[in-house]
């Protein structure tokens, strides 16, 4: 009988390098990479080309959360999309187990703002308003 299960999605911590605090989000995406290509054709061989890798690229980072007011992080976002004072920060997503203890960790480097949204509001519906921020950045390691 198997004792390894894969652990599960939901038991995360986002923390800033710049910014104080350990920050509670209902979700992050974009901690994917995908190997950019170049096709090359070669003299004479005309049945195919040849395919070599180039570069790797990652999308944007998408941090979903719980609108907080007078927030550091927002208002770090808020300096870089209102006044193009962009200070690029590390970040670490770390995925906990149930005693909160680290099992993988991503060390996202030279993130900055390059989109801040809040959910649409609406009378009819009680809800918490969600705010989204999406971050550009250059690479993630894994620990």
């Known amino acids: 009988m198997a004792t390894h299960y894969p652990p599960l999605g939901f038991h995360f911590k986002v923390e800033?390098?710049?910014?104080?605090?350990?920050?509670?989000?209902?979700?992050?995406?974009?901690?994917?990479?995908?190997?950019?290509?170049?096709?090359?054709?070669?003299?004479g061989e005309n049945r195919f080309k040849h395919t070599l890798p180039v570069r790797t690229k990652s999308p944007h980072l998408v941090l979903k959360r719980g609108l907080l007011i007078n927030s550091e992080l927002a208002r770090w976002c808020k300096n870089a999309l209102e006044n193009f004072d962009i200070t690029p920060a590390d970040l670490t997503v770390t995925l906990l187990n149930e005693k909160h203890e680290p099992l993988v960790t991503w060390n996202v480097v030279h993130a900055w703002p390059v989109k801040w949204a809040v959910d649409d509001l609406n009378a009819g519906e009680s809800k918490v308003v969600i705010e989204t921020i999406e971050l550009a950045y250059n690479y993630f390691n894994i620990q």
């Not at 104080?20 to 003299?43: H, I, M, N």
């Open 16 to 43: 800033f390098n710049h910014i104080k605090g350990e920050f509670q989000f209902q979700s992050v995406a974009g901690l994917s990479v995908e190997l950019e290509t170049e096709q090359v054709a070669e003299g």
